[in-house]
């Protein structure tokens, strides 16, 4: 697949992980999703937060969001678009130039290919091998379902809670509406 080089970009749900590129003396992104890949002139971590951004929220905010849910602190998944199922977890630091950031969505299946490499194979049948440990791929996987599992738990119950309050508020508009009735029948009554 040939890579085609773009200014701007942000993930979408297509979107299955976003890799350092060595171009010359810089590092660069190389975007991978499910039918294209592209480069990018931005670091994978410049890529992370803009697309929270983009999706309204900063990336420290997305970081102490994942640490009040799950109290992870430290190689933290991110919720990009949670309405869209846009989770992205790292594979080391975020702060290492050798980090990436893979889409939760997209996983597939995993395998070990040695101590320190793990093959990861997407929804789109196409496989990757990725210089981190097969536990500590897991480990993230599994820190990125908690987080999704947890939001949609919240956000769940928020629209429980709003169907509540909206049928009560139907309710007594509807009681109301009975009592006026009842008021007006008696007054007009001869």
């Known amino acids: 697949m040939r890579q085609r080089q773009i200014e701007e970009y942000e993930i979408n749900p297509c979107t299955m992980f976003i890799k350092p590129f060595v171009y010359g003396t810089k590092v660069y992104s190389q975007i991978v999703e499910v039918n294209d890949e592209y480069l990018s002139p931005f670091k994978p971590i410049e890529i992370i937060k803009k697309s929270c951004e983009y999706f309204g929220s900063s990336f420290e905010g997305r970081k102490e969001g994942t ?4 109290g992870i602190t430290h190689k933290v998944p991110i919720a990009i678009d949670p309405t869209n199922f846009i989770y992205f977890f790292p594979t080391t630091s975020p702060n290492r130039p050798e ?5 939760h969505e997209h ?7 040695s ?17 981190v440990s097969y536990s500590s791929f897991e480990n993230q996987l599994l820190r990125t379902a908690l987080l999704r599992t947890k939001l949609m738990q919240r956000i769940e119950h928020m629209e429980r809670k709003s169907f509540y309050f909206q049928k009560s508020k139907m309710m007594e508009a509807s009681e109301q509406h009975r009592e006026y009735g009842q008021f007006f029948d008696y007054r007009n009554r001869g």
């Open 67 to 70: 640490k009040q849910l799950i």
């Open 99 to 103: 980090c990436i950031w893979i889409s």
């Open 107 to 113: 996983v597939l299946h995993h395998n070990r290919t």
């Open 115 to 131: 101590t320190e490499d793990t093959l990861v194979t997407f929804q789109n049948k196409h496989s990757y091998p990725f210089p």
